[in-house]
């Protein structure tokens, strides 16, 4: 990351590295600590430097550095512990764990939960694929199928596709001797940290396939939910298919 200073007036645009900036400063700020996070200069579960240094860094007001932290930890990219700082957030960190899986017990119990690898295969990315993981059509792409079970009862069809250029050496025996959460292995093994998704959800009914893996009838209704998720700049690297009961569970989101 840059060390050139920025200057802070009490306007609403300032001038980074020479150029016009048309945002509040602690946008501006917000924008070079993204950097630095998708370069890798602080890495999941690190400490970042405090608000002190940071503003010393960059020639602004600690006011200013604390506003865009603020702004990145609401997001969950940072993380503040009382009285140790700020860190990185990572998917190994039971806050952020299971964020992007929105399916809720009615009853509010939490349930133990597994997962069982149905296959792992590189092949050429189809063309709907390639469009919602920017690649080119005929890219190499890693596509695994896998049934998420909760108290021992199948609940969750995942198809995921990745890129297979940022996941090479990833394998079926890798995936089934995992134990920590799916992005926590992305980023421990392949530096690559999903950071934001998109979703659609709709209603669908089972076919034969989803079915017999779901232990339910064909026809039985599913919650079909499509997920983009995206990495720092966001650069898309994941796109999964969910298939999901919902007799005991609710999807639940928050709207801010």
């Not at 550095?65 to 993380?79: G, P, Q, S, Y």
């Not at 039985?220 to 999964?240: A, C, I, K, N, W």
């Amino acid at each position: 990351m840059s060390d050139q200073p920025i200057v802070e007036r009490n306007t609403d645009t300032e001038r980074v590295g020479g150029s016009a900036a048309f945002s509040p400063l602690y946008q501006q700020i917000k924008a070079l600590l993204l950097q630095g996070l998708d370069r890798g200069e602080w890495k999941p579960g690190e400490a970042i430097p405090s608000e002190l240094e940071l503003a010393a860094r960059f020639q602004v007001s600690q006011g200013t550095v604390r506003k865009a932290i603020d702004e990145l930890a609401a997001e969950n990219l940072l993380l503040r512990r009382q009285g140790k700082g700020t860190f990185v957030a990572t998917h190994s960190e039971a806050k952020v764990r299971f964020r992007f899986l929105r399916l809720t017990p009615d009853d509010a119990e939490p349930s133990a939960s597994g997962s069982r690898i149905l296959d792992c295969r590189r092949l050429r990315a189809p063309a709907d694929v390639a469009a919602a993981l920017d690649l080119r059509s005929g890219d190499s792409v890693l596509n695994l199928r896998r049934v998420l079970s909760f108290n021992d009862s199948p609940t969750i069809l995942d198809d995921i596709w990745l890129p297979g250029a940022s996941f090479k050496g990833l394998t079926a025996d890798l995936l089934a001797s995992n134990r920590s959460p799916l992005y926590a292995l992305f980023e421990s093994e392949y530096g690559v940290s999903m950071v934001r998704a998109e979703e659609k959800i709709k209603a669908v009914a089972a076919d034969s396939q989803q079915a017999e893996l779901l232990e339910v009838a064909v026809g039985h209704p599913l919650l079909q939910v499509e997920r983009v998720s995206f990495t720092y700049g966001d650069r898309p690297m994941e796109l999964r298919r969910g298939a999901y009961l919902t007799e005991r569970f609710h999807y639940r989101n928050s709207l801010n």
